[in-house]
């Protein structure tokens, strides 16, 4: 069915029955359901199946490196705070080539909203293991199964006080839509970890497996709880979904500009006060 | 959404921009002293530097200062290099006439530096075999005065009571740089410093230049990391990410400082790809960034420039150069990374590298290399080096309202195409949030929207297009400055100017004359074709090979001679003088 939001002739480029799409949808009905402008809106994204997202959708773009979605979008709110930005790729873009901008972007916690498609497999260059696979794993690289520690995004962005972080399953349509609309709600940084299958190259992780292998987090569970957020995130088996921790705090662009909201294009330097300066030397 | 205007709109139809026109200092006989002051990090050479620059330039004299320093805190032995003189001045030599040697390491640092004309002072504690040693009771004097640390403002007394300048300068000086703190201890250091300075007999005693009372127009003191900067500033920097890194960190703190004053975004980077990728989200965003690095951080970004060729995003980089391959000398000085600068990043795209040659051009060339990205919509390389970042000389009155503001951002309607296939090279850059136009930066192979295409026809298509900006930049290339003329070329680029124009007028060859290039890619054949007439071309640069000067070969240009130099230091003018005299006079 076409969506207001549907970009036109677009030739998709994702396999049938893959998880994406229905990430994509989810971005779609709630961007609009919270009625963001798409005129005011940028999804920048890295390379990867996941990061091919904001092709398919009628809002700005900047579809740049493997791994770097994370930089270019911080200074992109930075630059003019009025624009909704959304940092969106895979988890071997933002956890592997990306790993090190994952960490400090939550330390700079820029309003942005970071959603990360784990799947636990490398998609487009054709299945080795993901920063995310499980221990175990058989790829045509990691012929003995994967053997590194599987990263946990969740555990790590509260090592580093994430305003927001959060897992979600797209198998768990619902659950997923109400928290990725909490994320877009939540002011500074937050983190949407997407379980999804890839019907292609992981035929352990598959939307059964999420299903049989998550929960959702109990009603009774304090987001606003450091701790008890990060042993629930230590969980694995079963893995929890939900909101782990949630706690807002001043912005990477308000220490940066203080009350001045304007887009930078918009300003000049002052000429006199830069003889000013000059004229110290 | 009420509408936002973009002040300084302007379209890339209008002609470039011309810079400010400026004379060039000029070659008339001049006088001028050399003062070597070493010592180990973190003994005040930097103090030291501050206050007799600063005095001597308010005693009306033209001051220039270098330094040369190991890459460590504390300990070492580091030199400055102090030039006073009646004209203005933008080279070291190598040739001192007075050394102070503020511990005994100085005197085997610069040994070789040493003449028997120069007079060597040291305290009265410090003793070499060979070197004779003018004592002086420095650390005696400092601690009657209150504390070692007033030996600074002894040894300026010293000066000054040598050269018969007046204390009262002196102690200006002082109590501007110390914001009138300790005074009176200062005070009592310089008396006693003038007073032994003055009854210093020896008939080696350089004498300095006649003093310029009445310069009409009141000259600056600063380093060419702050040149540079408000030359950015001009430039509408409003943006700068960046990981520190000798010796570009200069820059850094500089503009960190004037966030104070500008609305100026400042952030310190995780790594260098972060640096480069912050700088294009800003361009993306609408913002003028920029980033500063040396050579191991530009390797980084590599892929990053090639992102800004492709998407056909602005991006500011300075690039302060220091001997590599790997680590190098973290702190000294080369002209190496040129063809780094050229050819980094994988693909085929525009790109323009400036280099800079003195204070005035780091302005000039800090503003345009703004103007640039934004006009060609692609990565400008600003070069610079230790050398002329860290090194401090006197420059003219800026009118900063002389620099031209433009802004190439449109507004976009709702058919806009970021990647638009006009007649001209350029397609007009939109920004999210201006206009109703959706705004794409595509890292993929894309089509005119920004979609992502396989299509050969399209593929030929963007390749044609991005050639066409690199066409367009030839055309528009600025062009080198010759400086006198003759039938001998002598060639540099980039932070050798100084040294290679002290070197031409202390030849004083009516066949000499110098090509400066502050352009240096990619260049404009036509700007070329001046080294076709001439009978000799020398090229001059601080690397191992001549990088620049096979560049000039590839456009078919003769090079007959190549005056390099890899040693950590920038060109001195008195050595590199010798070294011409010695080629030109086999040409005879």
């Given at each position: 069915?076409?969506?207001?939001?549907?970009?036109?002739?677009?030739?998709?480029?994702?396999?049938?029955?893959?998880?994406?799409?229905?990430?994509?949808?989810?971005?779609?009905?709630?961007?609009?359901?919270?009625?963001?402008?798409?005129?005011?809106?940028?999804?920048?994204?890295?390379?990867?199946?996941?990061?091919?997202?904001?092709?398919?959708?009628?809002?700005?773009?900047?579809?740049?490196?493997?791994?770097?979605?994370?930089?270019?979008?911080?200074?992109?709110?930075?630059?003019?705070?009025?624009?909704?930005?959304?940092?969106?790729?895979?988890?071997?873009?933002?956890?592997?080539?990306?790993?090190?901008?994952?960490?400090?972007?939550?330390?700079?916690?820029?309003?942005?909203?970071?959603?990360?498609?784990?799947?636990?497999?490398?998609?487009?260059?054709?299945?080795?293991?993901?920063?995310?696979?499980?221990?175990?794993?058989?790829?045509?690289?990691?012929?003995?199964?994967?053997?590194?520690?599987?990263?946990?995004?969740?555990?790590?962005?509260?090592?580093?006080?994430?305003?927001?972080?959060?897992?979600?399953?797209?198998?768990?349509?619902?659950?997923?839509?109400?928290?990725?609309?909490?994320?877009?709600?939540?002011?500074?940084?937050?983190?949407?970890?997407?379980?999804?299958?890839?019907?292609?190259?992981?035929?352990?992780?598959?939307?059964?497996?999420?299903?049989?292998?998550?929960?959702?987090?109990?009603?009774?569970?304090?987001?606003?709880?450091?701790?008890?957020?990060?042993?629930?995130?230590?969980?694995?088996?079963?893995?929890?979904?939900?909101?782990?921790?949630?706690?807002?705090?001043?912005?990477?662009?308000?220490?940066?500009?203080?009350?001045?909201?304007?887009?930078?294009?918009?300003?000049?330097?002052?000429?006199?006060?830069?003889?000013?300066?000059?004229?110290?030397? | 959404?009420?509408?936002?205007?973009?002040?300084?709109?302007?379209?890339?139809?209008?002609?470039?921009?011309?810079?400010?026109?400026?004379?060039?200092?000029?070659?008339?006989?001049?006088?001028?002293?050399?003062?070597?002051?070493?010592?180990?990090?973190?003994?005040?050479?930097?103090?030291?530097?501050?206050i007799l620059s600063d005095a001597f330039k308010r005693s009306g004299y033209f001051v220039f200062s270098t330094k040369e320093y190991m890459s460590r805190v504390r300990g070492g032995s580091n030199t400055t290099l102090l030039r006073i003189s009646d004209s203005p001045i933008q080279a070291p030599c190598w040739n001192t006439d007075l050394f102070i040697a503020l511990d005994a390491d100085a005197l085997s640092h610069v040994d070789e530096r040493l003449t028997d004309e120069t007079i060597v002072l040291a305290d009265e504690k410090v003793e070499h075999e060979q070197i004779h040693i003018t004592s002086m009771p420095m650390l005696e004097?400092?601690?009657?005065?209150?504390?070692?640390?007033?030996?600074?403002?002894?040894?300026?007394?010293?000066?000054?009571?040598?050269?018969?300048?007046?204390?009262?300068?002196?102690?200006?000086?002082?109590?501007?740089?110390?914001?009138?703190?300790?005074?009176?201890?200062?005070?009592?250091?310089?008396?006693?410093?003038?007073?032994?300075?003055?009854?210093?007999?020896?008939?080696?005693?350089?004498?300095?230049?006649?003093?310029?009372?009445?310069?009409?127009?009141?000259?600056?003191?600063?380093?060419?990391?702050?040149?540079?900067?408000?030359?950015?500033?001009?430039?509408?920097?409003?943006?700068?990410?960046?990981?520190?890194?000798?010796?570009?960190?200069?820059?850094?703190?500089?503009?960190?400082?004037?966030?104070?004053?500008?609305?100026?975004?400042?952030?310190?980077?995780?790594?260098?790809?972060?640096?480069?990728?912050?700088?294009?989200?800003?361009?993306?965003?609408?913002?003028?960034?920029?980033?500063?690095?040396?050579?191991?951080?530009?390797?980084?970004?590599?892929?990053?420039?090639?992102?800004?060729?492709?998407?056909?995003?602005?991006?500011?980089?300075?690039?302060?150069?220091?001997?590599?391959?790997?680590?190098?000398?973290?702190?000294?000085?080369?002209?190496?990374?040129?063809?780094?600068?050229?050819?980094?990043?994988?693909?085929?795209?525009?790109?323009?590298?400036?280099?800079?040659?003195?204070?005035?051009?780091?302005?000039?060339?800090?503003?345009?290399?703004?103007?640039?990205?934004?006009?060609?919509?692609?990565?400008?390389?600003?070069?610079?080096?230790?050398?002329?970042?860290?090194?401090?000389?006197?420059?003219?009155?800026?009118?900063?309202?002389?620099?031209?503001?433009?802004?190439?951002?449109?507004?976009?309607?709702?058919?806009?195409?970021?990647?638009?296939?006009?007649?001209?090279?350029?397609?007009?850059?939109?920004?999210?949030?201006?206009?109703?136009?959706?705004?794409?930066?595509?890292?993929?192979?894309?089509?005119?929207?920004?979609?992502?295409?396989?299509?050969?026809?399209?593929?030929?298509?963007?390749?044609?297009?991005?050639?066409?900006?690199?066409?367009?930049?030839?055309?528009?290339?600025?062009?080198?400055?010759?400086?006198?003329?003759?039938?001998?070329?002598?060639?540099?680029?980039?932070?050798?100017?100084?040294?290679?124009?002290?070197?031409?007028?202390?030849?004083?060859?009516?066949?000499?004359?110098?090509?400066?290039?502050?352009?240096?890619?990619?260049?404009?054949?036509?700007?070329?074709?001046?080294?076709?007439?001439?009978?000799?071309?020398?090229?001059?640069?601080?690397?191992?090979?001549?990088?620049?000067?096979?560049?000039?070969?590839?456009?078919?240009?003769?090079?007959?001679?190549?005056?390099?130099?890899?040693?950590?230091?920038?060109?001195?003018?008195?050595?590199?003088?010798?070294?011409?005299?010695?080629?030109?006079?086999?040409?005879?």
């Open positions: 069915m076409k969506h207001p939001l549907d970009r036109e002739g677009i030739d998709n480029a994702w396999c049938a029955g893959c998880g994406n799409f229905g990430i994509l949808k989810l971005l779609k009905e709630v961007l609009t359901e919270l009625n963001m402008d798409p005129k005011n809106t940028v999804i920048v994204s890295g390379i990867g199946q996941a990061a091919k997202t904001p092709y398919y959708i009628d809002t700005h773009m900047f579809c740049g490196l493997h791994g770097r979605a994370l930089p270019i979008s911080t200074a992109l709110k930075a630059s003019n705070p009025a624009l909704h930005v959304i940092a969106e790729g895979g988890d071997g873009d933002m956890y592997g080539e990306g790993g090190n901008h994952f960490m400090h972007t939550i330390r700079r916690n820029p309003d942005i909203v970071h959603i990360v498609h784990n799947n636990m497999v490398y998609g487009l260059t054709k299945g080795q293991a993901s920063p995310t696979s499980q221990k175990g794993f058989q790829t045509p690289v990691q012929v003995n199964g994967v053997t590194n520690e599987p990263f946990n995004p969740i555990s790590v962005a509260l090592a580093l006080k994430a305003g927001f972080a959060s897992r979600v399953n797209i198998g768990n349509y619902a659950h997923a839509k109400r928290v990725l609309m909490e994320a877009f709600l939540h002011k500074g940084y937050a983190l949407v970890d997407v379980f999804q299958a890839c019907v292609v190259f992981n035929k352990v992780n598959t939307p059964k497996w999420f299903k049989d292998n998550t929960y959702e987090l109990e009603s009774s569970h304090d987001s606003s709880n450091l701790s008890s957020a990060m042993q629930k995130a230590l969980e694995n088996d079963p893995m929890p979904l939900g909101i782990f921790y949630q706690a807002e705090s001043a912005t990477f662009e308000e220490h940066l500009r203080g009350d001045e909201k304007r887009a930078l294009f918009s300003l000049s330097h002052d000429l006199n006060k830069m003889k000013e300066l000059f004229e110290l030397y | 959404m009420k509408e936002i205007k973009v002040p300084f709109q302007a379209t890339v139809s209008k002609p470039p921009v011309s810079l400010p026109k400026y004379k060039e200092p000029e070659h008339h006989d001049t006088h001028s002293i050399s003062i070597l002051i070493g010592g180990a990090a973190g003994t005040g050479i930097k103090t030291l530097e501050n004097s400092a601690k009657k005065a209150g504390s070692l640390r007033y030996a600074n403002a002894y040894v300026s007394g010293v000066l000054f009571g040598i050269f018969g300048l007046a204390p009262a300068i002196l102690l200006e000086s002082i109590s501007a740089l110390f914001n009138e703190q300790n005074l009176q201890e200062n005070e009592a250091a310089i008396l006693d410093g003038i007073m032994y300075g003055k009854n210093l007999e020896s008939h080696h005693l350089p004498t300095l230049p006649e003093a310029l009372a009445n310069l009409t127009d009141p000259m600056h003191l600063m380093d060419g990391s702050s040149a540079a900067g408000f030359g950015f500033l001009a430039g509408g920097c409003n943006m700068i990410t960046a990981y520190p890194m000798s010796p570009s960190t200069g820059i850094l703190n500089f503009m960190a400082s004037m966030s104070k004053h500008f609305n100026l975004l400042v952030e310190q980077s995780e790594d260098e790809i972060a640096s480069l990728n912050m700088v294009l989200g800003g361009w993306f965003g609408g913002a003028r960034a920029m980033t500063s690095t040396s050579g191991g951080g530009f390797a980084l970004m590599g892929e990053s420039i090639s992102l800004s060729g492709m998407s056909e995003t602005p991006a500011v980089i300075y690039l302060a150069q220091r001997p590599g391959p790997a680590t190098g000398l973290p702190t000294r000085s080369e002209q190496g990374d040129l063809n780094l600068a050229i050819h980094s990043g994988h693909g085929y795209f525009g790109r323009i590298v400036l280099a800079p040659g003195d204070l005035q051009e780091c302005i000039d060339y800090g503003y345009l290399a703004f103007e640039l990205a934004d006009r060609y919509q692609m990565p400008i390389i600003y070069l610079s080096d230790q050398y002329l970042a860290d090194s401090i000389g006197m420059l003219h009155s800026v009118d900063f309202s002389d620099y031209a503001q433009r802004r190439y951002v449109q507004t976009t309607d709702a058919s806009y195409d970021r990647y638009k296939l006009n007649d001209g090279a350029i397609s007009p850059r939109g920004v999210p949030g201006l206009g109703d136009g959706i705004v794409v930066a595509t890292s993929d192979e894309h089509d005119e929207h920004g979609q992502i295409t396989e299509s050969y026809h399209m593929r030929e298509k963007m390749v044609d297009k991005r050639q066409k900006k690199i066409t367009l930049t030839v055309s528009e290339a600025y062009t080198p400055k010759v400086l006198g003329q003759g039938s001998i070329a002598l060639i540099g680029w980039g932070s050798s100017k100084g040294a290679i124009g002290e070197a031409l007028k202390e030849l004083d060859d009516p066949r000499l004359f110098q090509l400066h290039f502050a352009w240096v890619h990619p260049l404009n054949p036509n700007h070329l074709e001046i080294l076709k007439q001439t009978e000799t071309n020398i090229v001059i640069e601080n690397n191992a090979t001549g990088q620049f000067a096979d560049i000039l070969k590839g456009h078919d240009i003769n090079i007959d001679h190549r005056i390099l130099q890899a040693n950590g230091f920038s060109f001195f003018a008195d050595l590199l003088k010798e070294q011409l005299s010695k080629i030109i006079k086999e040409l005879r």
